[in-house]
T-cell receptor
Framework: GAGVSQSPRYKVAKRGQDVALRCDPISGHVSLFWYQQALGQGPEFLTYFQNEAQLDKSGLPSDRFFAERPEGSVSTLKIQRTQQEDSAVYLC???????????FGPGTRLTVL | QKEVEQDPGPLSVPEGAIVSLNCTYSNSAFQYFMWYRQYSRKGPELLMYTYSSGNKEDGRFTAQVDKSSKYISLFIRDSQPSDSATYLCAMTKGGFKTIFGAGTRLFVKA
């Protein structure tokens, strides 16, 4: 079956531009997570959704970061006025109702020039 | 100090060697412990999942958790070149927020 998909796979933005990153979770997965992975580091938690409800956004670095999952399936992570320090791989993961593991997508590599 | 510490390596071993990967952590509230494998330009994939202290074996992989020492390990027996990847430890207090280590890069030479 299809896994978690993310688009675009690569995004280059000029400093100050807004970007939107998309995540398509595995069908039927209730939970959805966003992580930021800097080069040579492990993923860092950004935010978590259960269905359409955003239950935790404590990891979002600033108010320039915004995530939504309006219908409880596809999710979008939006970064406004991108800065060079936003350059990283953004990973999305989803989990079934009985949480035992997270299934990760391939990530979107964001480069801010 | 980070909640989860992991030596980034790189660790280079010959094919067939036993590999030992480790993490330490500071928060005694962590209860669920995981090891993920991440190939270059791919997302992490779960290898092992352990609740609380003890050992768990799955094929060539063995995960150990010592909560008294706040120390977890992953052992890989008969390592293969296809095992070359970054190995991430991860843990959670029982909720959804997972804390990852920085990852150890492993190279298995044929």
């Amino acid at each position: 079956g299809a896994g978690v998909s993310q688009s675009p796979r690569y995004k280059v933005a000029k400093r100050g531009q807004d970007v939107a990153l998309r995540c398509d979770p595995i069908s039927g997965h209730v939970s959805l997570f966003w992580y930021q992975q800097a080069l040579g580091q492990g993923p860092e938690f950004l935010t978590y959704f259960q269905n359409e409800a955003q239950l935790d956004k404590s990891g979002l670095p600033s108010d320039r970061f915004f995530a939504e999952r309006p219908e409880g399936s596809v999710s979008t992570l939006k970064i406004q006025r991108t800065q060079q320090e936003d350059s990283a791989v953004y990973l999305c993961a989803s989990s079934p109702p009985k949480w035992d593991t997270q299934y990760f997508g391939p990530g979107t590599r964001l480069t801010v020039l | 100090q980070k909640e989860v510490e992991q030596d980034p390596g790189p660790l280079s071993v010959p094919e067939g060697a036993i590999v030992s990967l480790n993490c330490t952590y500071s928060n005694s509230a962590f209860q669920y412990f995981m090891w993920y494998r991440q190939y270059s330009r791919k997302g992490p994939e779960l290898l092992m999942y352990t609740y609380s202290s003890g050992n768990k074996e799955d094929g060539r992989f063995t995960a150990q958790v010592d909560k008294s020492s706040k120390y977890i390990s992953l052992f890989i027996r008969d390592s293969q070149p296809s095992d070359s990847a970054t190995y991430l430890c991860a843990m959670t207090k029982g909720g959804f927020k997972t804390i990852f280590g920085a990852g150890t890069r492993l190279f298995v030479k044929a």
